[in-house]
């Protein structure tokens, strides 16, 4: 007989993203401040590096908070990724079908030469997806500009149903940029100075931004490769590091505080454990910001006013599943160990 697999049940789910409210980024680091400010001054993207879940990204929605933009443009950069992408992508293989479809439905007695003219009569609007960077410098045009031209379709309906009528600056972000082929940076350096670019299944269409509606670029990367040295040169650089102690607190309690409403006693421990584990126990992989939180919001539900973090249930599995990323981690990890040596000798309350 199969036996039955206990599913440990939480009050409600998680909910992500309210947890990474723009309202709630903690911004204490002054020279991050200064970099963005530069970058604004200067016109020139803000390229920020860190460890993978530090917040780079939410810096870019607390940027457009802070300046009144809406949500930023999000282009998620992939190892497949073309500079063009950046800014729209097109869909040849639909306008060759339409085409031959077209073509089939032709009344007979037309021309041989009616292939190539069914071809050229598919309007080629109707096969572009503009992505962040071309929709932001759209944006900068305004609905009337970009319609005067020929920059919309009907078709595109999901992009003019939030299209401004007047000219709008955004916040760009372009997330994970050293994923791109290494060629992919340095294709898109003079579009991104003139913000600018070419479409060119319309006739090599110039579309240009005024110089006083320049997107706002924020660049993120993981460090995984190098990217090359004129790209850097384009762009304001900040390496964003780890919180210290102090702002690590304000960002959990902002974060996760309220879900430990009753129970601050486990999530001070669960902060303590976690400093500990990050900075002394030489793990090849320690966690990150990113995992406290997932950490913290697995807890958050299932404790107690009063309960000790060494109480919990499942402690051990959540540890490995949400703060351990590696298997020689997960294979050394001596949890009792790791407890006393953060919080003190076990008080027998389990």
Known sequence: MTERVEIWK????????????????????????????????????????????????????????????????????????????????????ARFHEAQVTQLLQPAGVSSGGRTSSYDGVDPLRYITYNALGKAILYSLGKTAAQGQDLLSKDMVDLLATFPAKPRRSVVLIDEIDKAPRDVPNDVLDEIDHCTFNIRELGNRSVAAPSDCRPVVVMTSNSERDLPKPFLRRCVYYHMRFPTPTVLTQIVHRRVGKRFEGATDILGQALTLFIYIRDRVGLRQPPGLAELLDFLASLAGSVQDGAALRSHEHLQALVKGTLLKDRHDQEQTDLAGWLSGALGPDDGNR
């Not at 309202?23 to 001054?41: G, H, I, K, S, T």
Request: charged fraction near 25%; proline fraction near 2%; avoid cysteine.
């Open 10 to 93: 939480q009050s409600s789910v998680v909910n992500l993203e309210a947890m990474n409210r723009a309202e709630d980024y903690v911004m204490e680091d002054q020279e991050l401040r200064a970099a963005a400010n530069a970058a604004l001054v200067l016109g020139k993207p803000l390229l920020l590096t860190g460890e993978a879940g530090i917040g780079k990204s939410q810096f870019a929605r607390w940027l457009a908070l802070q300046l009144e933009l809406g949500e930023p443009l999000k282009f998620v950069v992939k190892s497949t990724t073309e500079a063009r992408d950046l800014f729209y992508q097109y869909d040849s293989l």
